[in-house]
């Protein structure tokens, strides 16, 4: 069993800044790609930003110069720093993680894993 633990989300005004953090947890081979969703009422979820595990980044158009994703392979666990929000970004925030698992009984697996979201709410 593979667990995404996502903390950090809250209220923040318009310009301010959040942290937000995602732990996985379980039968963890590896971790390839991590990465932050969001997904606004009445609206899909959208990419937020990814980060591979080497590092290399990506980042929707939108929050490019002002989200920085990052991570820190030890503690199998990927952070989204967030500044200048904007009402608009106002969602619930979702943790991915692709995950290699193995089992004894079952071998190896890769899959795509989710939190269970946290909400961010910008006032303006």
């Known amino acids: 069993q593979v667990q995404l633990v996502e903390s950090g989300g809250g209220l923040v005004q318009a310009g301010g800044s959040l942290r937000l953090s995602c732990a996985a947890s379980?039968?963890?081979?590896?971790?390839?790609?991590m990465g932050w969703y969001r997904q606004a009422p009445g609206k899909r979820r959208e990419l937020v930003a990814t980060?591979?595990?080497?590092?290399?980044?990506n980042y929707a158009d939108s929050v490019k110069g002002r989200f920085t994703i990052s991570r820190d392979n030890a503690k199998n666990t990927v952070y989204l720093q967030m500044n200048s929000l904007k009402p608009e970004e106002t969602a619930v925030y979702f943790c991915?993680?692709?995950?290699?698992?193995?089992?004894?009984?079952?071998?190896?697996?890769?899959?795509?894993?989710w939190g269970q979201g946290t909400q961010v709410t910008v006032s303006s």
């Open positions: 991915n993680a692709r995950i290699l698992t193995f089992s004894p009984r079952y071998g190896s697996a890769l899959n795509d894993y």
């Open positions: 379980g039968s963890i081979f590896s971790i390839n790609t």
């Open positions: 980060i591979t595990s080497g590092g290399s980044t």
